[in-house]
């Protein structure tokens, strides 16, 4: 046949009937900004691995929380960098620690605009930078961190956290954490489970942001990289938990683990662009390899695509501000 009938082009064919029969959108409220507090920082310090990314001192922390308000953007995300460690990781369960009190500031910028979430884990509190206490032979003790992360979370609650994000992948830390918020009466808390938490090369530029002291890997509790149906298995447990949202993370290198998640799950559906997915579109871009804008428009579509309901991003308010401009 030498003229075809059928033309999938004719969809394509004008700015206007391409934006009509787009599968995919991406409102500012879609994206989640992660954002790092440091202590005692007098003025925001720039992350090397991650050109455009700072740790936030408190004053800081506050005009970009408004300026996030601002453009629509959905929540912020806060990692604390505390200017000491210790092995039982203090500072997290401390009411004056830095992620305490930056979350009370976040709250007060934010007003009733965007949700201020909070990262529930102990590795920038330990002087080992691993996300649990160790026993005695040096192996992340399960049960024992358990402890710590129900108390973790009710300092987080009282400073006003408003969606904890549990991101340590201790077995049955979810449930751990709902009894302790709710025998507190903190029945309204929501907890974001970062369920498909993967042991990724992908969180190297994260470790310079929050100055992690890790050595060694995080393999004996975070997902082996190739094991999709055990992704699905802890968000499954996570659900059963009692998890308002389950996350898969990092999102690019899973977008068949986030696609079987939202195929099944019964709750929301997050996936997290992190550090390295970050720090890998901006290498490039400085190189002039690729065009940034799009590069970092399309990530996040295909991240929805693949069936992300919300994606955390570090490039959530300079997207959320070209979203509103359109494009
Ligand atoms: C753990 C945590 C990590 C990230 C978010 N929460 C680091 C890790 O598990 O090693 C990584 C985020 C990123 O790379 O952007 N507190």
């Given amino acids: 046949m030498l003229h075809p009938v059928i033309r999938p082009r004719r969809l394509r064919a004008t700015p206007a009937l391409r934006a009509l029969t787009a599968e995919t959108r991406l409102h500012p409220s879609q994206l989640v900004l992660p954002m790092f507090v440091r202590e005692g920082a007098s003025e925001p310090v720039a992350i090397e691995s991650m050109p455009g990314v700072v740790q936030h001192s408190l004053e800081s922390l506050r005009v970009a929380v408004a300026e996030a308000a601002e453009v629509g953007v959905g929540g912020v995300m806060l990692f604390g960098v505390p200017e000491h460690k210790d092995a039982r990781g203090s500072g997290a369960v401390d009411p004056d620690g830095i992620l305490n009190v930056a979350t009370r500031v976040a709250v007060e910028a934010a007003g009733d605009s965007l949700i201020v979430q909070t990262d529930l884990c102990l590795d920038e509190f330990t002087d080992h930078g691993h996300c649990g206490v160790l026993d005695d032979r040096g192996r992340v003790d399960n049960d024992a961190t358990l402890l710590v992360y129900r108390e973790m979370a009710l300092a987080q609650a009282a400073a006003g956290s408003q969606l904890i994000g549990l991101s340590g992948m201790m077995d049955g830390q979810t449930a751990a954490v709902r009894e302790a918020l709710d025998e507190a009466g903190y029945h309204d808390v929501p907890l974001l489970a970062y369920s498909a938490k993967y ?49 898969v993370k990092p999102a690019m290198s899973y977008l068949d683990v986030l696609a079987d998640t939202a195929a099944v799950s019964s709750v929301p559906v997050w996936a997290y662009q992190v550090s390295g997915e970050y720090a890998m579109i901006e290498a490039a871009a400085a190189n002039g390899w690729i065009d940034r804008d799009r590069a970092i428009l399309e990530s996040v579509i295909s991240i929805r695509r693949a069936g992300a309901d919300v994606v955390l991003s570090y490039f959530a308010i300079e997207l959320a501000r070209s979203l509103r401009v359109g494009r």
């Fill in 199 to 247: 042991a990724s090369a992908f969180y190297g530029p994260f470790r310079e942001a929050v100055q992690s002291s890790l050595v060694g890997d995080r393999r004996s509790y975070q997902l082996e990289p190739g094991n999709r149906r055990e992704g699905l298995r802890e968000v499954e447990l996570d659900i059963a938990e009692g998890a308002d949202i389950v996350m």
